[in-house]
């Protein structure tokens, strides 16, 4: 995998631990998400839910 930003390949997965939840369900737990950081720029390559099932 090589960053579209500056090329490199050094890459850490990383989270913010503030869930992703349904507007329409405020109350709910939601799941993390999973980002893809880029060491040598720090752009996000991609970001990932953890448990997509937990937003239904």
Same mark, same amino acid.
């Given at each position: 995998m090589n960053c579209k930003n500056c090329g490199g $390949? %050094?890459? +850490?997965?990383a989270t913010d631990y503030i $869930?992703?939840?349904?507007?329409n369900k405020k109350m709910a737990i939601g799941s993390e998400k999973v980002y893809t950081?880029?060491?040598d720029c720090g &752009?996000?390559? %991609?970001i990932k +839910? &953890? $448990?997509p099932? &937990?937003?239904k």
């Open positions: $390949n %050094s890459f +850490i997965q $869930n992703l939840r349904p507007l950081v880029c060491l &752009k996000v390559a %991609s +839910i &953890k $448990n099932e &937990k937003l």
